[in-house]
């Protein structure tokens, strides 16, 4: 575990440095301070350094979803899931502000990354239909899954531009609140009846 937290802490670094595409898994190894088939060992690609862990954060993310009260809606319960998770995040903010330089260095990562959010997606996704009784994610859940993940990393990507001091659950906090008020059905006129009514 610790030599697999070192390769990854060099990699990202390294990604950082000097741009995902231009970094070697041999000078990955050689700055975790191992030899090339070690890192190998731990990752099958080079890419995958990048998602480590992520496996974890998923099970937890399932778990406390499907224990949020059955009061709650969907989004609701999605708001209290990813609140409940973000006190991890400022222990791992530096490693996120390096991934995120990362994936920016290179469009061919960055493709691989959104290939790899279909995967979240989907997750999510299985996560809504299971909390609503349902055998298979359909298109309502996956929907919600894609729109509160989008909604989830804007949040994530505004906390970690913002001073480290800023309670990461805050900012998750606004996003999706603001997320369920558009979503929530309310009596403001449609443009068509406003020109309707001011015509009257």
């Known amino acids: 575990m610790r030599t697999q937290l070192a390769l990854q802490q060099a990699a990202l670094a390294l990604f950082a440095e000097q741009g995902y595409d231009e970094t070697t898994t041999d000078e990955v190894a050689d700055r975790a301070a191992v030899s090339p088939r070690t890192f190998f060992r731990y990752f099958p690609t080079k890419e995958s350094v990048l998602f480590v862990g992520e496996y974890g954060w998923f099970q937890s993310f399932t778990k406390t979803f499907l224990d949020q009260p059955e009061d709650l809606t969907d989004l609701e319960a999605m708001r209290e ?3 409940s998770l973000a006190s991890g995040l400022p222990r791992i903010r530096k ?4 991934y995120e330089k990362a994936v920016a260095s290179s469009p061919t990562l960055r493709g691989g990354v959104h290939d790899h ?3 979240d997606i989907a997750t999510i996704a299985a996560a ?3 909390r ?3 055998e298979q994610a359909d ?3 996956t929907i919600l899954a894609a729109v509160s993940l989008l909604t989830y990393r804007n949040a994530l990507r505004k906390w970690l531009a913002g001073p480290a001091s800023k309670n990461p659950g805050e900012v998750i906090s606004e ?8 979503l929530t059905p309310t009596r403001r006129p449609t443009r068509r009846s406003a020109r309707r009514t001011a015509s009257t």
């Open 81 to 83: 899931t990813l609140m």
């Open 95 to 98: 490693a996120l502000v390096l």
């Open 117 to 119: 959010q279909q995967e």
């Open 128 to 130: 809504i239909a299971t």
């Open 132 to 134: 609503r009784g349902l």
């Open 139 to 141: 298109d309502g859940c």
């Open 175 to 182: 996003g999706l609140d603001t997320l369920i008020a558009e």
